[in-house]
């Protein structure tokens, strides 16, 4: 499968914005997908999570804040994210697991798109 995220920019603090995820090649309905990021000097993070079966988990650090969905039927998933701050700055990755449940881990996907700029600014 081939992944593609899209949606980034540039956004004020408090402001919002929503990215995009497509796969192509296959369906990924059989797999957990996740939001990653990854800031400048840090290593990068898991940021939220949607299983197979549509079971949804987040970081601590965006529940609230950010949501996540996916729609198997047009194999894409989303990433609102409301109310942002210069702390969520980062390249943002979609990433398809190896399996149907939850992962965190950065070595349990085996597909990543290419990442997508997000710029908080304050």
């Known amino acids: 499968v081939q992944l593609q995220a899209f949606g980034g920019g540039l956004v004020q603090a408090g402001g919002s914005l929503r990215l995009s995820c497509a796969a192509s090649g296959r369906t990924f309905s059989r797999y957990v997908m996740s939001w990653f990021r990854q800031a400048p000097g840090k290593q990068r993070e898991w940021v939220a999570a949607?299983?197979?079966?549509?079971?949804?988990d987040y970081a601590r650090s965006v529940e609230d804040r950010f949501t996540i969905s996916r729609h198997n039927a047009r194999n894409t998933m989303d990433l609102q994210m409301n109310s942002l701050q210069p702390k969520d700055t980062a390249v943002y990755y979609c990433?398809?697991?190896?399996?149907?449940?939850?992962?965190?881990?950065?070595?349990?996907?085996?597909?990543w798109g290419q990442g997508t700029q997000v710029t908080v600014s304050s």
């Open positions: 949607v299983t197979s079966g549509g079971s949804i």
């Open positions: 990433a398809e697991g190896r399996s149907s449940r939850f992962l965190y881990s950065t070595t349990l996907y085996g597909h």
